[in-house]
């Protein structure tokens, strides 16, 4: 499955994204808030895209990883994703990261949005759902731009560079929307 914002391609990631992933996910700036940490190398970076691009297209795929890049010239600036709880509960979970150059320009808005509408129109979710460490602010920013509303913390939850931080939980449902 793969969509276009207005500025914006995205596309499930596939093996010829590994290099691009591997080099966004292994700067510091990017991982400063990510419980996942820095690749030691490339085949951990391998390891952890395996099973998205192993399920892509399945009948029961229950996780979307996209590259996001720059229409005219393919360039890769950074990933999003949603997983589905595919149950009764009907609920999505969104994520996006950034290289650092592209920060500050609307692109984790405009992603966050397409995605919390296709959350509600193609997989027909009730509550979409994101987390972040309490002191990313710039996340708090980009989810309060998309409608989502804090519905508390869970403390020293998000095990960071040695350490338990804090995380905000933001949603927005169905009926937030109509």
Not at 20 to 38: C, K, P, W, Y
Request: negative net charge; proline residues 3%.
């Amino acid at each position: 499955m793969n969509f276009n914002t207005d500025r914006l391609k995205l596309t499930e990631i596939i093996w010829d994204d590994l290099e691009d992933i591997h080099a966004l996910q292994s700067i510091f700036e990017v991982d400063e808030f990510n419980t996942v940490g820095i690749p030691k190398d490339i085949e951990e970076t391998r390891n952890n895209i395996k099973p998205f691009i192993e399920a892509k297209g399945s009948s029961n795929q229950s996780k979307y990883t996209w590259s996001i890049r720059i229409p005219n010239t393919d360039e890769f600036i950074g990933l999003a994703g949603i997983s589905l709880s595919n149950d009764k509960f009907r609920i999505g979970q969104i994520f996006y990261k950034l290289h650092p150059k592209f920060w500050g320009k609307g692109y984790a808005t405009e992603v966050s949005k397409e995605i919390i509408e296709l959350g509600f129109k193609h997989f027909n979710l009730h509550r979409i759902e994101a987390g972040f460490a309490t002191e990313n602010i710039r996340s708090k920013r980009v989810l309060e731009k998309c409608g989502m509303i804090k519905e508390g913390v869970y403390r020293k939850i998000l095990p960071i560079r040695g350490n338990w931080v804090d995380s905000c939980i933001y949603a927005i449902t169905e009926e937030d929307i109509k």
